[in-house]
């Protein structure tokens, strides 16, 4: 077992023992269920009322997933597998089960009688493209491939439920940026270390960086932290699917990440003309905070901007913002692929320069001002030849008519203001 692996094995490691949540059964819903807090405390059945993913699709770039679970089956697409042979990233055996955890959290729909056994997924009815690659070697393998892969293959949301400690390649860095400019949002977990030294891919521009809360939504002791933690999800006692085992009870950064990219799929199902950055605006401008952290300067080196609340991010009436939303805009001033959002396109307008119709405006008004201010001339040379000096005397002057000249223009609707009410803008 790598270094890596065993890291990840023990930041994510299965928790023994019964899990002491304090609440009453759930007669409706088998054991598996029951213990999936998060479930409850996002409010899921509310949310499914307003959206459940459907439509979208979220690469996850982990282990194979196995879509023959029966809380996945019929949710996961072929996807690709990056480890050595290739093929198809859906037939994973007990040592490649991490994938398979997160797809679940994401889209599992459970099953037996109206699919309430088993583990189901935030966003049940989104789709998993599984892109395989080996997590063992996270720290010699490059994510470049595997990122532009599930761009290329319809992913709107990706998750990256990893971490590895080398130097971001150029590669994976262009590959990031690629992502954006085709509208995807990228998410990565932070890591379980409880170290302020950024892990990869969760620290590259670009990337929504997301770390964990336990129930009483305190930030877990290894989550690991920095300026570049946007989000919080929850992270400890989490119920997924499994496979060497049918379900998996652990701890990690990694299924916060996997909730938050279910949380992005039920927004970019309910509001497909929004952007990438305006989806990651939304669950930013919604997000939570303890008591003793309110009216802090956000986002904060451990909270981020807090933690993410979906059913308010699904309701709330929130301006859309700038297409870049919380995260850094792009070297070449763009963030994604023009078409993609009433927003975007006003922005590509704004960036060819005057449009058209403003050049005709701004000649036609040019004109009638010289139409007027002839006729004038003409008028007051008259009266002169007749009557001599106009009213006032020499150089007395005609009021210009009223609204006359360019009005100021106001703000674009929905603009992101570059200093929300106690919160800096996103970095």
């Given at each position: 077992?790598?270094?890596?692996?065993?890291?990840?094995a023990?930041?994510?490691?299965?928790?023994?023992?019964?899990l002491?949540?304090?609440?009453?059964?759930?007669?409706?819903?088998?054991?598996?269920?029951h213990?999936?807090?998060p479930?409850?405390s996002?409010?899921?059945?509310?949310?499914?009322?307003?959206?459940?993913?459907?439509?979208?699709?979220?690469?996850?770039?982990?282990?194979?997933?196995?879509?023959?679970?029966?809380?996945?089956?019929?949710?996961?697409?072929?996807g690709?597998?990056f480890?050595?042979?290739?093929?198809?990233?859906?037939?994973?055996?007990?040592?490649?089960?991490h994938?398979?955890?997160?797809a679940?959290?994401i889209a599992g729909?459970?099953?037996?009688?109206?699919g309430?056994?088993?583990v189901?997924?935030?966003?049940?009815?989104?789709?998993?493209?599984?892109?395989?690659?080996?997590?063992?070697?996270?720290a010699?393998?490059?994510?470049?491939?595997?990122?532009?892969?599930?761009?290329?293959?319809?992913?709107?949301?990706?998750n990256?439920?990893?971490?590895?400690?080398?130097?971001?390649?150029?590669?994976?860095?262009?590959s990031?940026?690629?992502?954006?400019?085709n509208?995807?949002?990228?998410i990565?977990s932070?890591?379980?270390?409880?170290?302020?030294?950024?892990?990869?891919?969760?620290?590259?521009?670009?990337?929504?960086?997301?770390?964990?809360?336990?129930?009483?939504?305190?930030?877990?002791?290894?989550?690991?932290?920095?300026?570049?933690?946007?989000?919080?999800?929850?992270?400890?006692h989490i119920?997924?699917a499994?496979?060497e085992?049918?379900?998996?009870?652990?701890?990690g950064?990694?299924?916060?990440?996997?909730y938050?990219?279910?949380?992005?799929a039920?927004?970019?199902?309910?509001?497909?003309?929004?952007?990438?950055?305006?989806?990651?605006?939304?669950?930013v401008?919604?997000?939570?905070?303890?008591?003793?952290?309110?009216?802090?300067?956000?986002p904060?080196?451990?909270?981020g901007?807090g933690f993410?609340?979906?059913?308010?991010?699904?309701?709330?009436n929130?301006?859309a913002?700038?297409?870049n939303?919380?995260?850094?805009?792009?070297?070449?001033?763009?963030?994604?692929?023009?078409?993609?959002?009433?927003?975007?396109?006003?922005?590509?307008e704004?960036?060819?320069?005057?449009?058209t119709?403003?050049?005709?405006g701004?000649?036609?008004?040019?004109?009638?001002?010289?139409?007027?201010?002839l006729?004038?001339v003409?008028?007051?040379?008259?009266?002169?030849?007749?009557?001599?000096?106009?009213?006032?005397?020499?150089?007395?002057?005609?009021p210009?008519?009223?609204?006359?000249?360019?009005q100021?223009?106001p703000?674009?609707p929905?603009?992101?203001?570059?200093?929300?009410?106690?919160?800096?803008?996103?970095r």
């Amino acid at each position: 077992m790598s270094f890596t692996r065993t890291l990840r094995a023990v930041g994510g490691a299965v928790v023994a023992g019964a899990l002491l949540f304090g609440t009453a059964p759930v007669a409706s819903a088998d054991q598996i269920r029951h213990e999936q807090w998060p479930l409850r405390s996002f409010g899921a059945d509310d949310i499914w009322k307003v959206s459940t993913g459907k439509g979208v699709t979220v690469a996850v770039i982990d282990d194979p997933v196995d879509g023959s679970h029966p809380d996945l089956k019929g949710n996961v697409l072929p996807g690709k597998s990056f480890l050595p042979g290739g093929g198809t990233a859906d037939h994973p055996n007990g040592e490649y089960e991490h994938g398979t955890a997160m797809a679940s959290l994401i889209a599992g729909h459970g099953h037996g009688p109206g699919g309430s056994d088993g583990v189901k997924g935030l966003a049940p009815d989104a789709k998993i493209l599984p892109v395989g690659i080996d997590l063992g070697k996270a720290a010699t393998t490059s994510y470049a491939k595997p990122l532009r892969y599930a761009v290329d293959h319809g992913a709107k949301v990706v998750n990256m439920s990893f971490e590895d400690y080398s130097d971001t390649s150029p590669a994976e860095k262009a590959s990031v940026d690629y992502a954006r400019k085709n509208d995807v949002l990228v998410i990565a977990s932070s890591g379980n270390t409880g170290s302020s030294i950024p892990r990869l891919p969760s620290a590259v521009p670009g990337v929504l960086a997301v770390g964990a809360v336990d129930i009483d939504l305190k930030v877990w002791k290894f989550s690991s932290y920095g300026p570049h933690i946007k989000l919080l999800a929850p992270g400890l006692h989490i119920r997924s699917a499994g496979v060497e085992t049918p379900y998996r009870l652990a701890n990690g950064t990694s299924d916060s990440a996997a909730y938050v990219s279910a949380a992005a799929a039920l927004l970019r199902s309910k509001f497909p003309d929004l952007t990438a950055g305006q989806i990651a605006n939304r669950l930013v401008k919604t997000a939570g905070l303890p008591d003793d952290m309110k009216g802090k300067k956000l986002p904060d080196p451990h909270y981020g901007y807090g933690f993410i609340r979906p059913s308010k991010a699904l309701t709330a009436n929130i301006p859309a913002g700038s297409e870049n939303g919380p995260l850094p805009a792009l070297k070449d001033g763009s963030s994604k692929a023009s078409g993609s959002g009433k927003d975007a396109q006003q922005a590509t307008e704004s960036d060819k320069g005057m449009s058209t119709g403003v050049i005709i405006g701004i000649v036609g008004g040019v004109v009638g001002l010289l139409v007027v201010v002839l006729t004038v001339v003409l008028v007051v040379k008259k009266k002169n030849g007749r009557n001599g000096p106009p009213p006032g005397g020499p150089g007395g002057f005609v009021p210009h008519p009223p609204n006359s000249g360019y009005q100021q223009q106001p703000s674009a609707p929905g603009a992101y203001p570059s200093s929300p009410p106690t919160q800096p803008p996103g970095r």
